[in-house]
């Protein structure tokens, strides 16, 4: 059962989606600025040294808490369904979880759609991964790639892409309710309906669409859960019983495991669509603490 911390939340974002029905239609600009999928938005902590840079061309942010090690870097993509997000809503979790693995944390700012549809955002991606390994000349090894959402599909998405040409894959990565399948079959996102706070099926329809732009959905750097996965590095996936992506995060888990792959999922009972964001709640101060240790045991100081 979740805790109170998280209860009290989970109530708050189910009143904020039973108002916004109401509410006059924002335009896109609004919806961006005002963007908080975790409920109330939290700030980077003042003793994260937070620099922007061009990688590859990708405006980003390199996120050193105190003690970072530079030669070990985290990538981390942020989620919005492919239209929203940015450091302003991700920054916080991404300079935490930097913090919790010991790691410098690269925060890449992609293309949205519907502006910059399906590949832009993979693209980038690419972009920021070559760039990391041939101009900041850093081993696969001491590099892993978080991602939440859509940040997760596009992390799938990189392996998948890195390994079928061929190139080093990263050490390993995390996972938080991962977006792999812009073709919404999964059985959550009918049997979950009235448990999801914050999403609902008519949205994640709209997302994907505006995203894809005419795009095959099971396009393998689009739906990577469609896409062969052997070969790729150990995964952790996190998700919560209270998401309508919950069957994306278990099919995308049952999958990689048949192929071979080293993964763990771990299922949250109640919690909801990347509750990792949700600071101040014990679930997302144990599912830090286990994306640490994970990284750590996995990207090992250098």
Known sequence: ??????????????????????LPQETLAE????FAPGGPLHAIPDDVL??????????????????????RVLLFLHG??????????????????????????LFAEYRLAPEHPFPAAIDDVLAVWRWLRVEQRMSAQSLAVVGDSAG?????????????????????????????????????????????PISTPALLRQLASDYLAGADPKTSLASPLFAPLPGL???????????????DAERLAKAASEAGVDVRLEIGEGLPHVYQLMLGTPEAAEATERIGTFLRERVPPQ
Request: glycine residues 10%.
């Open 1 to 22: 059962m979740p805790s109170q911390a998280m209860q009290d939340l989970l109530e708050s974002l189910r009143e904020r989606q039973k108002s916004s029905a109401d």
């Open 152 to 196: 997760g599909g596009l992390t799938v998405a990189l392996l998948v892409a890195t390994r079928d040409a061929g190139d080093d894959l990263p050490a390993a990565a995390v996972l938080m309710s991962p977006t792999v399948d812009l073709t919404s079959s999964g059985a959550s996102m009918t049997d979950r309906v009235d448990q999801d």
């Open 50 to 71: 937070v620099s922007e840079v061009s990688a590859g061309g990708v405006p980003g942010y390199w996120l050193d808490a105190p003690d970072a090690a530079a030669d």
């Open 31 to 34: 919806a961006r600025a005002t």
């Open 233 to 247: 590095p150990p995964l952790l996936i996190q998700v919560g019983t209270a998401d309508l992506l919950l069957s």
């Open 80 to 105: 919005g369904g492919y239209q929203f997000g940015s450091l302003r809503s991700d920054g916080e979790l991404a300079a935490r979880l930097g913090r919790a693995s010991g790691m410098r944390v």
